[in-house]
């Protein structure tokens, strides 16, 4: 797992994903972990494919 570091600027270290993978742990359980995830996954699936169709959609621009 690689870590993206920003320092000041706010990135996320290995800790930080650490900490917050044990909180949501904690708060939602071990038997919703899965299921989030896979929502997430087809979330991100849509998105990318709602954007591959915007893109089709776009009419050509005109020309100068």
Same mark, same amino acid.
């Given at each position: 797992? !690689?870590?993206v570091h920003g320092g000041a600027k706010g990135g996320?270290? !290995? !800790?930080e994903i650490v900490i917050i993978a044990v909180v949501a742990l904690?708060?939602?359980g071990p038997s919703k972990i899965p299921e989030f995830?896979?929502?997430c996954g087809?979330?991100?699936?849509?998105f990318k494919n709602g954007l591959k169709k915007g893109i089709a959609d776009d009419p050509p621009a005109p020309k100068a």
């Amino acid at each position: 797992m !690689t870590a993206v570091h920003g320092g000041a600027k706010g990135g996320f270290g !290995t !800790t930080e994903i650490v900490i917050i993978a044990v909180v949501a742990l904690v708060l939602f359980g071990p038997s919703k972990i899965p299921e989030f995830a896979k929502q997430c996954g087809r979330a991100v699936n849509m998105f990318k494919n709602g954007l591959k169709k915007g893109i089709a959609d776009d009419p050509p621009a005109p020309k100068a």
